[in-house]
């Protein structure tokens, strides 16, 4: 947990598996809410790897070129075997907007998720490219 300057706290949390919220309450001191756990769909493996390799490419064009994200996010990008969790480390240094942000939490589907954010990626590499080209030397 972190108090920032402006009074919000940022929570870092790390799920085990991905869940929809099917009942909210709040007793007046603290919210709970009941979780379905959510199935993931069968994949085409070939079609994942392909999906992978691209992401990971893709994001290693985004690191180069942007300098506020540390060069070893890239290695431990491509440590990462599980393509959910290198789904989720790359939405984790994209500067997405909050509804971008639900968007991603909410597909289940991990070929989906990788898709939607090497177009968000894509986006991101032409804006720091023309930011680049119009940076004094």
């Known amino acids: 947990m972190l108090k920032l300057p402006d009074g919000t706290v940022k929570v870092l949390v790390e799920g085990l598996q991905r869940a929809r919220i099917s009942a909210l309450s709040d007793n007046g001191e603290h919210f709970s809410a009941k979780a379905e756990y ?3 769909p069968t994949i085409d493996e070939r079609e994942q790897e392909v999906l992978v390799r691209t992401a990971i490419s893709q994001f290693e064009g985004y690191i180069k070129l942007n ?5 070893e996010v890239l290695t431990v990008a491509d ?3 599980d393509p959910a969790r290198l789904a989720d ?3 984790a240094h994209m500067p997405l907007k909050l509804a971008d942000k639900q968007s991603v939490l909410e597909m289940s589907d991990v070929n989906e998720r990788l898709e939607y954010l090497m177009a ?4 991101e590499i032409d804006l720091l490219q023309v930011e680049n080209a119009f940076a004094p030397r």
């Open 38 to 40: 959510l199935e993931s």
């Open 67 to 71: 300098k506020k994200i540390p060069p």
């Open 79 to 81: 440590s990462i075997d």
């Open 89 to 91: 480390t790359i939405a």
């Open 120 to 123: 968000m990626m894509e986006s």
